[in-house]
C-alpha cells in the first residue's frame, strides 16, 4: 500500500511549492496523485460532511492507500 499525506486547510497548503500543481476536485479537495497527496479545506475531520468523507475515501482508495 502507498502511503497518504493530507493537508488539513488550503491557506497553509497554498505556501507549499505544489499546491498549484494539484488537481482541484469537487468538494472542495486537491489531489496530488503522483505524490500521495491531499489536501481539504477541513482542519478537523469530525466537520467534514458524510459527502466528503466519502469522497476522501474514494480519493485515498484511488491513490491505492486503503484495500477496496
Known amino acids: ?5 493530507i493537508i488539513s486547510g488550503h491557506t497553509y497548503a497554498q505556501q507549499l511549492d505544489c499546491y498549484e500543481s494539484l488537481e ?4 472542495g479537495f486537491r489531489v496530488g496523485w503522483e505524490q500521495g497527496l491531499i489536501v481539504s479545506h477541513y482542519f478537523d475531520y469530525r466537520q467534514l460532511s458524510n459527502a466528503k468523507l ?9 491513490l491505492g492507500a486503503l484495500a477496496t
Open 24 to 27: 482541484d476536485l469537487t468538494l
Open 54 to 62: 466519502a469522497e476522501m475515501v474514494a480519493i485515498i482508495r484511488r
Open 1 to 5: 500500500d502507498k502511503a497518504v499525506q
